[in-house]
């Protein structure tokens, strides 16, 4: 009886080491696609960058395509451009 209990105590630990391994894992991963847009965010409030595709100076809002590219446009492109692809606000 001892040994059944022993060996449940077992997986226990080890699920919850493994559920511990998971979460620290997934948690690493956030920084690094957290970091760059809080960056993009910052010069987004401070000087006025180039548009993407006309290159003008312009206030721009920044997207990500399917493909995971972040770009920053103006209104007039955001919105030629919508219409082609997904652009997702981020
Ligand atoms: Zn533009």
Known sequence: MIAIEYFFAVIIVV????????IS????KQPSNVIPL????????????????????????FYANDAGTVRGLCKACAKQIGKREELYPV
Not at 25 to 28: G, H, I, P, Q, V
Not at 38 to 61: M, N, Y
């Open 15 to 22: 699920a919850v080491i493994l559920v511990f391994a998971w």
């Open 25 to 28: 894992r997934s948690k690493k």
């Open 38 to 61: 809080h960056k993009r965010r910052g010069v987004k409030a401070g000087i006025l960058q180039e548009c993407s595709r006309c290159k003008k100076r312009l206030p721009l809002t």
